[in-house]
T-cell receptor, first 113, second 108 residues
Framework: DVKVTQSSRYLVKRTGEKVFLECVQD?????MFWYRQDPGLGLRLIYF???????EKGDIPEGYSVSREKKERFSLILESASTNQTSMYLC????????????FGPGTRLTVL | GQNIDQPTEMTATEGAIVQINCTYQ??????LFWYQQHAGEAPTFLSY????GLEEKGRFSSFLSRSKGYSYLLLKELQMKDSASYLC?????????FGAGTTVTVRA
């Protein structure tokens, strides 16, 4: 069964803290994605990676960085968390066949105080 | 850039039919996805249209017109469990560009 897992369902951090969100997929997918989801704005792409050690900026990369040292793991880093980064963060993965259907993790609800 | 539009909310009665429209203006278009997302859960795949026309999958059908930049998701014989957000997404190269989602509420 296809599986994407995220390290935490809920996370509370303080302004200025460094935050790591981890995502792991067990499907041997080449592509991995980080989105944030906010009411009325839908899912917005932050970063994606199409191979180990490769990364590409999405639509809203400011304030974020990523790391992909292994194929199955894609990390999102908030170098200095701010209150406007309070959001639901969703990780997804896909392979390179046909439709590139993306499979999503359960999400991490991050609150920055 | 990508521009995906869909209605914010729709309400319908159990057993009825609802049609969720989606219009898109994107570059490098490959196809159109529909995802379902229940509150507090991850989006799950419903359908993917590449060619023009209607694709039926049980109670759910999806339509695409590439020339018009238009798609719709048709939900038939609505059930209470269909209350969810429905996300339209255009597929461009590796990436998906999502609309804001349509929240469907099914009333008894």
């Amino acid at each position: 069964d296809v599986k994407v897992t995220q390290s935490s369902r809920y996370l509370v951090k303080r302004t200025g803290e460094k935050v790591f969100l981890e995502c792991v997929q067990d499907m041997d997918h080449e592509n991995m994605f980080w989105y944030r989801q906010d009411p009325g704005l839908g899912l917005r792409l932050i970063y994606f990676s199409y191979d180990v050690k490769m990364k590409e900026k999405g639509d809203i990369p400011e304030g974020y960085s990523v790391s992909r040292e292994k194929k199955e793991r894609f990390s999102l880093i908030l170098e200095s968390a701010s209150t406007n980064q309070t959001s639901m963060y969703l990780c997804a993965s896909s392979d390179n066949s046909g439709a590139n259907e993306q499979f999503f993790g359960p999400g991490t609800r991050l609150t920055v105080l | 850039g990508q521009n995906i539009d869909q209605p914010t909310e729709m309400t319908a009665t159990e057993g009825a039919i609802v049609q969720i429209n989606c219009t898109y203006q994107t570059s490098g278009f490959n196809g159109l996805f529909w995802y379902q997302q229940h509150a507090g859960e991850a989006p799950t795949f419903l359908s993917y249209n590449v060619l023009d026309g209607l694709e039926e999958k049980g109670r759910f059908s999806s339509f695409l017109s590439r020339s018009k930049g238009y798609s719709y998701l048709l939900l038939k014989e609505l059930q209470m469990k269909d209350s969810a957000s429905y996300l339209c997404a255009s597929h461009n190269d590796y990436k998906l560009s999502f609309g804001a989602g349509t929240t469907v509420t099914v009333r008894a």
